[in-house]
Nanobody, 127 residues
Framework: QVQLVESGGGSVQAGGSLRLSCAGS????????MGWFRQAPGKEREGVAT???????????FYTDSVKGRFIISRDNAKNTVYLQMNSLEPEDTAMYYC?????????????????WGQGTQVTVSS
């Protein structure tokens, strides 16, 4: 079992920044993917950014097109924590943001490939 706790959401004006954190605990040694997903009202949950943990060192990161150049995903292995730095926020980024982790086979950007989820943190961007 893996437990995930997100923090860092809030309200910000367009152009502003927020940093989300996701602290993992439990059986984290088998995890190879950690990611951030979001779900706006009436929309499906979508992958925002994921980090594939390198076995021999050197993680890989992936982003959905709409956040490339604006969001940065990173992790602190010692703290079992993954971060999402969100810059140049737009009203379209408004959503509930979720952290997920698992030993994923296939794409790490697909929500269906994850079993472990955090409770979510709300991000609201006003114009």
């Amino acid at each position: 079992q893996v437990q995930l706790v997100e923090s860092g959401g809030g309200s910000v004006q367009a152009g502003g920044s927020l940093r989300l954190s996701c602290a993992g605990s439990g059986s984290t040694l088998s995890i190879n993917c950690m990611g951030w997903f979001r779900q706006a009202p009436g929309k499906e949950r979508e992958g925002v950014a994921t980090i594939v943990i390198g076995v021999t060192g050197g993680d890989s990161t992936f982003y959905t097109d709409s956040v490339k150049g604006r969001f940065i995903i990173s992790r602190d292995n010692a703290k079992n924590t993954v971060y999402l730095q969100m810059n140049s926020l737009e009203p379209e980024d408004t959503a509930m943001y979720y952290c997920a982790a698992d030993r994923v086979r296939g794409s790490c950007l697909l929500p269906k490939n994850y079993k472990y989820w955090g409770q979510g943190t709300q991000v609201t961007v006003s114009s």
